[in-house]
């Protein structure tokens, strides 16, 4: 197991027991007590964590995992997912994403489609979106436009927030707004941890003719802390094969389309 992928597991541990104990995690990993020491030590430089004797503790605030530390979790499904949202966009449309490692992988999809592309060079898909790292990396396909809300950058997420975010998006009428959540819920719905990007989430959905969630299977069942939309503001539901076919019945009967990937 490379260093980043340690990483991405001991902070895993990390946000599902709230501590990683030494011995146990170099266990799990089928490391050595001296590596998961070093990558300790590494991550409590970082401050994402704080060293214990025996291993480390969270921080006593809200735990967010920052983007780059979550782009090897559940890598294929997510790949699968954004692929099939890629499918369902057609040449012309005008697409919202918004920030995170699912709708990374989507807007990868879209980019990489060859049939999407208008007579003379011109762009054959407008992207709209508040995360930076998805308009650098679309910036150079000449057949996307790609929008970029303003806004003050949020390092977890790369997503701009606040009122240039929501001046622009308050000015477009979108097709398809594709919207990475933390959670969903049947009853609370869509949700996210950080209640400045649930507010743009939000309004990025208002402003959509059809509201696309993606969300690998971990997430489905859950809660978090701030709401995005409810349940039946969401027109279609792409996960992965994992989603238990029990919880992709109760979606579907709340008119939620599902697509397992």
């Known amino acids: 197991m490379k260093r980043p992928e340690r990483w991405n ?45 025996g291993g480390a503790v969270a921080h006593n605030v809200s ?5 780059r530390y979550k782009t090897a979790r559940r890598a294929s499904e997510k790949q699968r997912i954004g692929a099939a949202v890629a499918r369902m966009v ?28 208008a007579e003379g060079g011109a762009p054959a898909v407008t992207v709209v979106t508040n995360a930076l790292n998805i308009a650098s990396e679309l910036v150079v396909r000449p ?25 622009v998006l308050d000015q477009v009428s979108l097709d398809l707004a594709v919207i990475g959540v933390d959670a969903l819920d049947l009853t609370r719905g869509a ?11 939000h309004l990025m959905a208002r402003r959509a003719e059809r509201v696309v969630v993606v969300a690998d299977s971990t997430k489905l069942g859950h809660r978090a802390f701030a709401r995005i939309c409810a349940i039946d503001e969401i027109d279609v539901l792409v996960t992965d094969t994992g989603a238990p076919d ?8 709340a008119g939620v389309r599902v697509v397992r990937a």
């Open 9 to 53: 597991a001991l902070l895993e541990l990390l946000a599902r027991d709230g501590r990683v104990d030494l011995e146990q995690a170099a266990a799990e990993l089928a490391v050595s007590t001296a590596t998961i020491r070093r990558d300790l030590d590494e991550l409590a430089r970082q401050q994402m964590l704080t060293r214990t004797r």
């Open 63 to 67: 735990y967010d995992l920052p983007l």
């Open 90 to 117: 057609d040449s012309g449309s005008i697409v919202g994403l918004n920030g995170g490692t699912t709708t990374t992988e989507a807007a990868r999809a879209i980019a990489t489609r060859t049939d999407l592309a």
């Open 143 to 167: 057949q996307i436009k790609i929008v970029l809300t303003g806004g003050v950058a949020r390092p977890q997420s790369f997503e701009l927030m606040g009122p240039l975010a929501t001046g």
């Open 191 to 201: 949700t996210a941890h950080h209640e400045g990007e649930a507010s743009i989430n």
């Open 246 to 253: 029990e919880l992709v019945a109760r979606f579907t009967e």
